[in-house]
């Protein structure tokens, strides 16, 4: 498929399965996988249907998903070996979409001996859509990013207090929590809105093709231990920034050794 197919399949899936159920999920429809992280029939409906089409269309793809990997771990411990494979989140920001709040996105990765090579991020309710193919750049609805210049002290966003080190108790930075939903966050990132994120256990549906369309843009995705971000089992704190520089700033101000190990 086409890049401008795999969006047109997630706008297609998205404006038949989620978008019907925003704001008018009845009370059957929404579960808990383990307390505070929910799922609806939107995300499981959702990931069947994508996941559906790519393999009619790579039989022999590795297909990840959120919900699937939920209940079959070895989809995700299969990941970093696959020779070509896709990773699903077909409602990234569940817990936003649920409250109603717009901030929610479908997210899809493809990948090549576990190295992401394409990656869509569509927004619905912000009729918004990130793609980018590795050496080609990234767009915004269709119109070409590039790397914005970055100075001062850099704007900061995390989903865990815990990771911000030490951070955390800094009046001087402009520090401040995520929107919860990486389709969200990362786009924010890549358009100037802030300059880092911070996310404890980083899973692969929330950070491969975000990962990618930083890269595009001059901007790095890595551990606190330094090394560069790959899709597969969630561990460490992940610092994604736009530019190594800005990496490097925050990384020297979180400096804190429990949150490395």
Same mark, same amino acid.
């Given at each position: 498929?086409?890049?401008?197919?795999?969006?047109? +399949?997630?706008?297609?899936?998205?404006?038949?399965?989620?978008?019907?159920?925003?704001?008018?999920?009845?009370?059957?429809?929404?579960?808990?996988?383990?307390?505070?992280?929910?799922?609806?029939?939107?995300?499981?409906?959702?990931?069947?249907?994508?996941?559906?089409?790519?393999?009619?269309?790579?039989?022999?793809?590795?297909?990840?998903?959120?919900?699937?990997?939920?209940?079959?771990?070895?989809?995700?411990?299969?990941?970093?070996?696959?020779?070509?494979?896709?990773?699903?989140?077909?409602?990234?920001?569940?817990?936003?979409?649920?409250?109603?709040?717009?901030?929610?996105?479908? $997210?899809?990765?493809?990948?090549?001996?576990?190295?992401?090579?394409?990656?869509?991020?569509?927004?619905?309710?912000?009729?918004?859509?990130?793609? /980018?193919?590795?050496?080609?750049?990234?767009?915004?609805?269709?119109?070409?990013l590039a790397a914005i210049p970055r100075q001062g002290t850099?704007?900061?966003?995390?989903?865990?207090?815990?990771?911000?080190?030490?951070?955390?108790?800094?009046?001087?930075?402009?520090?401040?929590?995520?929107?919860?939903?990486c389709g969200v966050d990362y786009p924010r990132l890549l358009?100037?809105?802030?300059? /880092?994120?911070?996310?404890?256990?980083?899973?692969?549906?929330?950070?491969?093709?975000?990962?990618? $369309? +930083?890269?595009?843009?001059?901007?790095?995705?890595?551990?606190?231990?330094?090394?560069?971000?790959?899709?597969?089992?969630?561990?460490?704190?992940?610092?994604?920034? /736009?530019?190594?520089?800005?990496?490097?700033?925050?990384?020297?101000?979180?400096?804190?050794?429990?949150?490395?190990?």
């Amino acid at each position: 498929m086409t890049t401008d197919e795999i969006l047109d +399949l997630l706008r297609e899936v998205a404006a038949d399965v989620i978008t019907p159920r925003f704001r008018a999920l009845a009370a059957g429809e929404i579960d808990e996988k383990t307390p505070g992280d929910y799922v609806t029939v939107a995300d499981r409906e959702a990931e069947v249907a994508i996941t559906a089409r790519i393999h009619a269309e790579y039989p022999d793809a590795l297909v990840v998903g959120e919900e699937a990997s939920f209940t079959d771990p070895g989809l995700m411990a299969a990941l970093p070996g696959a020779e070509h494979s896709f990773v699903v989140d077909p409602v990234d920001g569940t817990r936003n979409f649920v409250q109603g709040n717009p901030d929610h996105a479908v $997210m899809l990765a493809e990948l090549r001996r576990g190295v992401v090579i394409r990656g869509w991020i569509w927004q619905p309710e912000h009729e918004t859509a990130f793609v /980018a193919e590795r050496g080609a750049g990234v767009t915004r609805n269709g119109s070409a990013l590039a790397a914005i210049p970055r100075q001062g002290t850099p704007r900061v966003e995390s989903s865990s207090r815990r990771a911000l080190g030490a951070l955390a108790g800094r009046t001087d930075w402009p520090v401040a929590r995520t929107r919860f939903c990486c389709g969200v966050d990362y786009p924010r990132l890549l358009v100037g809105e802030l300059d /880092a994120l911070l996310y404890a256990l980083p899973k692969p549906w929330d950070h491969a093709a975000a990962s990618l $369309m +930083l890269d595009e843009v001059g901007g790095v995705t890595r551990l606190l231990d330094g090394t560069t971000y790959v899709p597969g089992r969630p561990m460490g704190v992940l610092l994604a920034s /736009a530019t190594p520089a800005v990496w490097s700033t925050v990384d020297a101000a979180i400096a804190t050794e429990p949150v490395r190990r």
